[in-house]
């Protein structure tokens, strides 16, 4: 059973056009996080819903939307693509807060061209 | 200075070898401590918390100086598995929001 699942697994895009990651846990965590991992691997932390709301957003740039219909649910959507974009994305969740451990997602790969 | 600094290696060990690596933080603040492991192309994995007293987990052993702002974990008798990214993760307070900052990683290659 996959705990956080990610789709999709790879996507490769234009510059310029809008894409959605969706991200599902089925654990019953409260929490739920999506980090950016670029090319030198390091690891940013970008937006945190709790219970739905959103809890923490990172300075990241207003083409990124996150939507969380509920707990179990984070989607991220981002519009307008660029070539800055392209790096791994990695859903997460724990069970309340970031005291907890996290469980990461399989990552979206994704690459803006 | 870096909120979250490692050594980012590679560590090039053989099997059987001791190895440390070490993470410094910037803000006093924080109050929880992490070790997350990464393999090649893989989601990190929670390998273990750091505790102040430092904690034991099989041939991994964590350790934390408040004081000195420092966070080592101690890999013995390494096995040809170990070999992976090792992400120090900083959270920075208890309240809700409160960022949970990684380090860039140190790198383990284990060989025969």
């Known amino acids: 059973d996959t705990a956080v699942s990610q789709t999709p697994k790879y996507l490769v895009t234009q510059m310029g056009n809008d894409k959605s990651i969706k991200c599902e846990q089925n654990?019953?965590?409260?929490?739920m996080y999506w980090y950016k991992q670029d090319s030198k691997k390091f690891l940013k932390i970008m937006f945190s819903y709790n219970n739905k709301e959103l809890i923490i957003n990172e300075t990241v740039p207003n083409r990124f939307s996150p939507k969380s219909p509920d707990k179990a649910h984070l989607n991220l959507h981002i519009n307008s693509l660029e070539l800055g974009d392209s790096a791994v994305y990695f859903c997460?969740?724990?069970?309340?807060?970031?005291?907890?451990?996290?469980?990461f997602g399989p990552g979206t790969r994704l690459l803006v061209l | 200075r870096k909120e979250v600094e490692q050594d980012p290696g590679p560590f090039n060990v053989p099997e059987g070898a001791t190895v440390a690596f070490n993470c410094t933080y910037s803000?006093?603040?924080?109050?929880?401590f992490f070790w997350y492991r990464q393999d090649c192309r893989k989601e990190p994995k929670l390998l273990m918390s750091v505790y102040s007293s430092g904690n034991e987990d099989g041939r991994f052993t964590a350790q934390l100086n408040r004081a000195s702002q420092y966070i080592s974990l101690l890999i013995r008798d390494s096995k040809l598995s170990d070999s992976a990214t090792y992400l120090c993760?900083?959270?920075?307070?208890?309240?809700?929001?409160?960022?949970?900052?990684f380090g860039k990683g140190t790198t383990l290659s284990v060989s025969s």
């Open positions: 997460a969740s724990s069970l309340y807060s970031l005291q907890e451990t996290q469980y």
């Open positions: 993760v900083v959270n920075q307070g208890h309240q809700a929001g409160t960022a949970l900052i």
């Open positions: 803000n006093s603040a924080s109050q929880s």
């Open positions: 654990l019953g965590h409260d929490t």
